[in-house]
């Protein structure tokens, strides 16, 4: 069957162009005009659909929890696109050298910039992959309780047994050749996700409310259980009901990453503007941290929003040091004094460390947007599908008909024969 589909493993010389131009943008797994928001390529994880190695660091200082994801994990920062265009120069006079470098489409690309616990495409998120995904988030929490059991916090790691058996009834589900068998084991599995998600928007509302620095780690678990939910439905090919699941995952995603955000914004969002974090974060960063809650901003409103909060924490740094939460630092992280005293906002020592983890707060910050616009692009995959009249095994089975994949190239690209407005609901 013919498809309105071009699929390839490199990136199209006018989508490049039209990236470097400002024409089109990357949001989560797609590219996008800028004006119109139609859709012109989709983004895929080409390598293999087992899970990728997924590293996670713990800062055994700060307590703060750093996601280090593999390949074609992939967001576009101010920082690559400045880089990007130094590297090409003369791009309009050849830009048939676009198309034919894996180092230029990884330069727009800005691979393995931003973290996340989702791949590009939503094919390429089964159940293995989302095993993995719990597997290393329940670790990372169970090295996070080490340290919060020194400021009598516990954590409650019990359900993620029972999240990963409902992944493995899922996944064996699919494997049953008897239709009746299949939709029957599937529909348990259905029934235990949606727990999941009961489950974890109930942990993720407490840890929000005590502003504590394990809240995306709910958060991204949450995620996964809307995502495996929609996965049982799209593999029983009820596309329809795989986006209304979809579309209702990510309000209830959204909203709440958006109060973490506000949270790790801290009172005082100026702070990260601080001259001892030059060449770590800049206006251009904190800017697209605000155009997810607000597209219309740019970096003239960004200022003027700031401009008063600049001299606000210039004049009284210990009025902002004194309401930071404990998602960025808790007091009784920091070990006392020498005379014994427990530290406090006007110790040195407490600002010293506060400042010292605002880059890694960032990073957080960008890593949950990241997350989310990722989640909410997988919307967009399954409304082609219908669009286009395939099957979700169809979709799954798309790739370049006489390409050789080229060393290196980690992604795929689905372009359709036109744009298409297909918009994510939020």
Known sequence: MSLPVTVTFMLADWIAKGL?????????????????????????????????????????????????????????????????????????????????????????????????????????????????????????????????????????????????????????????????????????????FLEAQHIYTEYTDIEIEQKSQIADKYLLTLSLAYLAEARCYLELEEHETALRRFQEGAKVIRSRIHKYVDILLTSNPAAYLDPQLKGQIDLRRLTKIYQWIDPALDENAMFELQRKNLFKIAKDPQKWLSSLPSAIIDRSEIQWGIFGGNPTPLTGRFEKEAYKRLPQVFEVMESMIETNRRFESYQTEVQAISQLGISFHDWLKLAPSTEIKPDGAELMYIIPSKPLDLQPSM
Not at 110 to 131: K, P, R, Y
Not at 167 to 189: G, V, Y
């Open 20 to 192: 470097k131009d400002g024409t089109f943008e990357r949001v989560g797994g797609v590219i996008r005009e800028v004006a119109s928001k139609k859709i012109v390529t989709w983004l895929r994880d080409n390598r293999s659909l087992a899970p990728q190695a997924m590293s996670f660091a713990t800062n055994p200082v700060t307590g703060v929890l750093n996601l280090i994801v593999s390949g074609a994990n992939t967001a576009i920062s101010t920082k690559g696109f400045a880089d990007v265009n130094r590297r090409l120069g003369g791009i309009e006079q050849d830009l048939g050298v676009i198309g034919q470098s894996l180092q230029v489409t990884q330069g727009f690309l800005q691979v393995t910039t931003a973290a996340s616990v989702l791949n590009l495409g939503v094919s390429v998120m089964g159940f293995a992959v989302i095993s993995q995904r719990i597997n290393e988030i329940e670790n990372q929490l169970k090295e996070a309780a080490k340290l919060l059991n020194k400021i009598n916090r516990k954590i409650d790691l019990s359900f993620y047994a029972n999240f990963r058996a409902a992944i493995e009834l899922a996944n064996n589900a699919f494997t049953m050749t008897k239709i009746e068998n299949r939709r029957s084991s599937a529909l348990q599995a259905i029934n235990r």
